[in-house]
């Protein structure tokens, strides 16, 4: 395989990792919220849901480690720590939830099955691909992507061709902002320490070539995977923008997704969205459970046994939690989430930066800041809203559970500005 294969062949393996269930509901119901200014609204989603991810594949290209490097600046036992919480969260919620998601969307409406049995065909799939360890990138990049890709293509295209009004007036006015906080919410720049990881080691096993030319490659391919979901975004959104003056604000996420499949497709079309769901929720566990799989492999420095039995282990637990109800994995995940995500935006930008810009004082620092100012977050997630200290409100953003955003920038500007005299030495 030359250079040009190889980079198609990873972009299209990260684009595949990225791309859940998720990612595929939010942006057409956005674009249905914003209307005739979907573009604009686009812009910010394209800044959390797209730029910050593949910030996160750069960062892992220029460590080309394992994801233990993203927080080994604070301590190797707390990047141990950490980096086993969201391997565990991310083995108990999103990889789970992919096959519930597949369930209630894709199944469901066509077999009358329970739910345990279609969790357990699914991830004994996943497992089967995860345990072919060496071809990761073949099955995801080559064979299951271009599908994806196709099925997303035809749907974006073909809306654009029904015989409905323009896009009407906004129904809630997100603007700028409002796609900057959804994307937020797809918890992609998890994804991408996760996915970065399975990427790293799998040119690893490849024998892939020098330090540069793998950072070279990965580079490349973030590029590729992050101008493939810009494009995708970007058409769901406007696919989306063409439904405002056609529906109301009371259609759900994916009544909204369901009657676009079948406005383009017709009655096949529920065929069609099963399909198209199934296979991004199937790369997206493929990427977990392998990358779980990987991190108990390094952490115990075990065999390929070591990955296997992790691997399956991972496929039990979400065959076990996948088989619960969409709404309840999500309750679950989200206050969780509120205390873990901050820290792997921090920890993205951090390692994209030069290093005698962030040296261990400003690592251990800014993780101290960034679980204080969470823990409020985290705290308004678990109470009822009557329930709920009028001091929790009181930082800027708060009310979009980002109320850590500006004690971390305000705290990274301090240190800056104190670092020390030699440009070379880290802060």
Same mark, same amino acid.
């Given at each position: 395989?030359?250079?040009t294969?190889?980079?198609?062949?990873?972009?299209?393996?990260?684009?595949?990792?990225?791309?859940?269930?998720?990612n595929?509901?939010l942006?057409?119901?956005?674009?249905?919220?914003?209307?005739?200014?979907?573009?604009?609204?686009?812009?910010?989603?394209?800044?959390s849901a797209?730029?910050?991810p593949? =910030?996160?594949?750069?960062?892992h290209?220029r460590?080309?480690?394992?994801?233990?490097?993203?927080?080994?600046k604070?301590?190797?036992l707390?990047?141990i720590?950490?980096?086993?919480?969201?391997?565990?969260?991310?083995?108990?919620?999103?990889?789970?939830?992919?096959?519930s998601?597949?369930?209630?969307?894709?199944?469901?409406?066509?077999f009358?099955?329970p739910?345990?049995?279609t969790?357990?065909?699914?991830?004994?799939?996943?497992f089967?691909?995860?345990v072919?360890?060496?071809?990761? !990138?073949?099955?995801?990049?080559?064979?299951?992507?271009?599908?994806?890709l196709t099925?997303?293509a035809?749907?974006?295209?073909?809306?654009?061709?029904?015989?409905?009004?323009t896009?009407?007036?906004?129904?809630?006015?997100p603007?700028?902002?409002?796609?900057?906080?959804?994307?937020?919410?797809?918890?992609?720049?998890?994804g991408?320490?996760?996915?970065?990881a399975?990427?790293?080691?799998?040119?690893?096993?490849?024998?892939?070539?020098?330090?540069?030319?793998?950072?070279r490659l990965?580079?490349?391919?973030?590029i590729l995977?992050?101008?493939?979901?810009l494009?995708?975004?970007?058409?769901?959104?406007?696919?989306?923008? =063409?439904f405002?003056?056609?529906?109301?604000?009371?259609?759900s996420?994916?009544?909204?997704?369901?009657?676009?499949a079948?406005?383009?497709?017709?009655?096949?079309?529920?065929?069609?969205?099963?399909?198209?769901?199934?296979?991004?929720?199937f790369?997206t566990?493929?990427g977990?459970?392998?990358?779980?799989?990987d991190?108990?492999?390094?952490?115990?420095?075990?065999g390929?046994?070591?990955?296997? !039995?992790?691997?399956a282990?991972a496929?039990?637990i979400?065959?076990?939690?996948?088989?619960?109800?969409v709404?309840?994995?999500?309750?679950v995940?989200?206050?969780?989430?509120?205390?873990?995500?901050?820290l792997?935006?921090?920890y993205?930008f951090?390692?994209?930066?030069?290093?005698?810009?962030?040296g261990?004082?400003?690592?251990? !620092?800014?993780?101290?800041v960034v679980?204080?100012?969470?823990?409020p977050?985290?705290?308004?997630?678990?109470?009822s809203?009557?329930?709920?200290?009028?001091?929790l409100?009181?930082?800027?953003?708060?009310?979009?559970?980002?109320?850590?955003?500006?004690?971390?920038?305000?705290t990274?500007?301090?240190?800056?500005?104190?670092k020390?005299?030699d440009?070379n030495?880290?802060?």
């Amino acid at each position: 395989m030359n250079k040009t294969q190889q980079t198609l062949a990873t972009g299209f393996t990260l684009f595949a990792l990225f791309f859940g269930a998720g990612n595929l509901i939010l942006p057409p119901y956005l674009g249905l919220q914003a209307g005739e200014s979907w573009f604009f609204t686009a812009m910010g989603f394209a800044v959390s849901a797209v730029c910050i991810p593949i =910030l996160g594949i750069y960062a892992h290209a220029r460590l080309q480690g394992t994801m233990l490097d993203f927080a080994n600046k604070v301590s190797p036992l707390f990047s141990i720590v950490f980096c086993s919480l969201i391997y565990l969260i991310s083995a108990t919620i999103p990889s789970p939830r992919t096959a519930s998601v597949t369930h209630e969307m894709a199944v469901a409406p066509l077999f009358d099955i329970p739910s345990w049995v279609t969790s357990g065909i699914y991830f004994t799939l996943v497992f089967a691909v995860a345990v072919k360890r060496n071809s990761i !990138i073949d099955i995801v990049g080559k064979y299951l992507t271009p599908v994806i890709l196709t099925l997303l293509a035809v749907m974006i295209v073909l809306s654009f061709t029904l015989p409905l009004e323009t896009a009407g007036t906004a129904l809630m006015s997100p603007g700028f902002s409002g796609g900057l906080l959804e994307g937020y919410q797809t918890f992609d720049a998890m994804g991408a320490v996760v996915v970065g990881a399975v990427i790293i080691i799998s040119l690893s096993l490849r024998g892939e070539d020098s330090f540069e030319s793998r950072k070279r490659l990965i580079t490349r391919a973030g590029i590729l995977a992050g101008s493939g979901l810009l494009i995708t975004y970007g058409g769901l959104i406007a696919a989306g923008a =063409l439904f405002s003056g056609n529906t109301g604000a009371e259609i759900s996420r994916t009544e909204l997704l369901n009657l676009i499949a079948q406005q383009t497709l017709g009655a096949p079309g529920r065929i069609f969205l099963s399909l198209l769901i199934s296979l991004a929720c199937f790369t997206t566990a493929v990427g977990i459970v392998t990358g779980t799989a990987d991190h108990i492999q390094g952490v115990l420095k075990g065999g390929k046994g070591t990955f296997t !039995i992790s691997a399956a282990l991972a496929s039990l637990i979400g065959i076990l939690v996948g088989s619960l109800n969409v709404g309840f994995i999500i309750d679950v995940a989200y206050p969780i989430l509120l205390l873990i995500y901050p820290l792997i935006i921090v920890y993205i930008f951090l390692n994209s930066l030069p290093d005698f810009m962030t040296g261990k004082t400003v690592f251990r !620092i800014l993780t101290f800041v960034v679980v204080l100012f969470s823990i409020p977050d985290a705290l308004k997630a678990i109470l009822s809203p009557e329930q709920v200290p009028p001091w929790l409100d009181l930082m800027p953003l708060s009310e979009y559970q980002m109320g850590w955003l500006l004690p971390v920038v305000a705290t990274y500007v301090f240190l800056i500005i104190k670092k020390p005299a030699d440009k070379n030495q880290p802060v």
